[in-house]
């Protein structure tokens, strides 16, 4: 697995991949403020340019002589990008007839982008690509309930390549166009100092409180999570802030990583942007973006607050402070330093939530108004090489999602074309009628799997199209069966065993990935348990009577905050296993929507805290867990 690119050591490389980055930031921006090309130009650019990226910044790791595989790697997506230009007027005239030199530069191009995914991805989507491709040509000898035909190469090629059903469909298109402009914009933050801006401006709101830097991470996370929608990038970027001071100030290094790990992958569930799941589930589904937004709200609300009990108790269980005076920043300094970011921030909400524009055209007219901004406020500070990096930057960010996308097409097209989508339809709708839980269960456990190696959105782009029609079938509403795969494709990079948000967080701290993992699993559980409660609970996605919504709103947030307790063991003495067992009872109850399940949840809640505070002055170390309170 090749994730990290190594630099090159030739002049002429280094040339060409600020060349080829510079030049795709900056197709990608004209297409986003003055028009798209026709979809399978605009795609087939954007991957050559991306193929070009990665072949030079992730070289092939045999050896030196083996280099010159990059090399012709890189000539063949030239070849084959202008292919496509100078033949595009009669390609779609030849689906279902495809030539010698559609079939030669069809194959090189599939071979090209499993090599990619190879290199950036991991070996495991790559051989999930594959898989379906090898299906696609010997269906006919699987069992028989994906029993298919075999296909010819012609068949074949004319989906996958020639049509806007395969490669070049919708998987890759959404990256493409709005995930492409959302991830430039996130560089044009950093590049501007607005990222500094957000935590600063946190660390001086939040910092001087127990556990003052833990506080801060899950607010600036949370802030810079939502637009990056990556994240391992986001742990790379705050984390090495938050990190270092949590560690400082007395969190353990594997719980400081933690928190930083779960507060990043959060972002990508954050509203209004959702790392971009939000214009992507919009165009899935046809739900309206202002919708889905909404529906997003309530859990995304409930998940940064477990976090912050979570960090308040176990500053207070481990007597941690919150930073001196002297080491916050200061507020008037750090508020006048970010007036671009109130303005792109603000005006990329304005154009999306009351113009109602594209994501496309939103984020484009969000990055002129921050750079502008950014060059009459603070003109004489002004490090004029910020739009470079942010362009380079920008086009480096696109890899891994471009790469994923476009082998999440291939996968696609061959379930379209084979019908094993129906199949695995059925299949899990037949489990369904046995028990819905299972499907579920069923399908969280293929999100997070698949999440492992994609970034989140592009994971619930591959299980949307896979998973969510089962549950639809099952009678589960369609906003509700998206939101579940979505969550849980956000998931994987703080769940077990290959938990790359946790293990980017592991490296800053330096501590155990693994042990480092398990934590962040445990402290984001109500993650985990979120989507099965608002599929059975719509209030919970902000479904239902206003009344309902504001009473199921107050039940979760002490719901989380009990489930903290749970997870800390913590509050104002530490708690019993028994006490500890029955606060995760009561925050389940009171997470989980219902009048009767809130009454129950409310009467343990009461017995609980009675007995916590009428024995808090006894030492829980001095008495023997396993028994009954004695003296």
């Known amino acids: 697995m090749e994730h990290e690119p190594q630099k090159p050591q030739h002049h002429l490389v280094k040339k060409i991949i600020f060349i080829t980055a510079i030049v795709l930031s900056i197709f990608q921006l004209y297409t986003g403020g003055f028009g798209l090309l026709t979809p399978m130009l605009q795609r087939s650019l954007h991957l050559y ?56 530069f069809g194959a090189v191009t599939i071979i090209l982008v499993l090599e990619a995914t190879r290199r950036v991805a991991g070996l495991i989507l790559a051989l999930i690509g594959t898989a379906f491709i090898f299906y696609s040509y010997f269906g006919s000898f699987f069992p028989s309930v994906f029993e298919s035909s075999n296909m010819s190469t012609n068949r074949f090629m004319s989906l996958i390549f020639l049509s806007s059903e395969g490669l070049w469909g919708s998987t890759l298109g959404i990256a493409a166009t709005f995930i492409a402009l959302f991830i430039i914009f996130g560089a044009f933050l950093n590049a501007t100092g607005a990222g500094k801006v957000f935590i600063d401006l946190a660390y001086f709101f939040g910092g001087r409180y127990r556990g003052g830097p833990a506080k801060v991470a899950v607010v600036s996370s949370a802030l810079m999570g939502t637009v990056s929608g990556s994240p391992v990038a ?19 290094p594997k719980v400081a990583a933690s928190i930083e790990a779960v507060a990043s992958t959060g972002g990508s569930m954050m509203p209004p942007i959702m790392g971009a799941g939000a214009f992507v ?71 999306l939530v009351f113009v109602q524009a594209s994501p ?25 090489n910020f739009f470079i990096d942010a362009l380079i930057d920008g ?29 695995l339809t059925t299949l899990m709708v037949n489990v369904g009628n046995t028990s819905i839980i299972l499907t579920l269960v069923v399908t969280m ?28 079938n099952l009678g589960i509403e369609p906003i509700f069966a998206h939101m579940f795969v979505f969550y849980f494709s956000c998931l994987a990079p703080i769940t077990p065993p290959v938990a790359l948000a946790s293990f980017t967080a592991a490296g800053i701290a330096k501590s155990h990935p693994l042990k480092t993992s398990i934590t962040s699993a445990k402290i984001g559980l109500v993650a985990f348990l979120i989507p099965y409660m608002f599929i059975y609970g719509p209030e919970l996605l902000a479904q239902g009577k206003v ?26 003495r530490k708690l019993f296993w028994y006490e500890r067992v029955l606060a995760f009872i009561t925050a389940v109850l009171l997470i989980s929507a219902g ?37």
């Open 49 to 104: 340019l991306i193929l070009i990226l990665v072949f030079l910044m992730y070289p092939i790791k045999l050896s030196k002589s083996w280099r010159i595989l990059d090399f012709i790697a890189v000539a063949l997506s030239v070849s084959s990008g202008i292919y496509i230009f100078s033949t595009y007027e009669t390609l779609l005239f030849r689906v279902g007839a495809p030539n010698a030199l559609d079939v030669f």
């Open 234 to 252: 986001n742990v790379s970027s705050t984390g090495q802030f938050t990190i270092p001071l949590m560690k400082k100030i007395g969190y353990k």
């Open 281 to 351: 589930m919009a165009e899935m589904t046809g739900i309206p973006y202002s919708e889905i937004i909404i529906a997003a709200i309530i859990p995304a609300l409930l998940y940064y607050l477990s976090i912050y009990f979570y960090v308040d108790l176990e500053a207070a269980k481990e007597n941690l402070r919150g930073l001196s005076k002297a080491d916050l920043p200061n507020l008037k300094e750090t508020f006048l330093a970010g007036f671009h970011l109130y303005i792109g921030l603000g005006f990329l909400i304005y154009m």
């Open 360 to 384: 496309m055209f939103s984020a484009f007219w969000s990055i002129i108004a921050l750079v502008v901004s950014y060059i009459v406020f603070y003109f004489k500070k002004v490090k004029w």
């Open 395 to 423: 086009a480096k960010g696109m890899v891994l999602t471009t790469v994923a996308c476009a082998t999440a097409g291939i996968v696609v097209g061959v379930v379209n074309l084979t019908g094993v989508g129906v199949t």
């Open 445 to 472: 456990v293929a999100c997070i799997i698949m999440g492992m190696g994609l970034p989140p959105t592009a994971a619930y782009i591959l299980l949307g199209v896979l998973t969510a029609p089962a549950l639809i």
């Open 547 to 572: 009344s309902a919504i504001m009473w199921t709103i107050l039940m979760a947030c002490i719901g989380v905050f009990v489930l903290a307790m749970a997870m800390v063991g913590w509050l104002k």
């Open 595 to 631: 009048m009767l399940t809130d009454i129950i949840g409310l009467g343990l809640l009461v017995g609980l805290l009675a007995l916590i505070y009428t024995t808090r002055n006894i030492p829980v170390d001095a008495v023997d867990t396993n028994l009954e309170l004695t003296k």
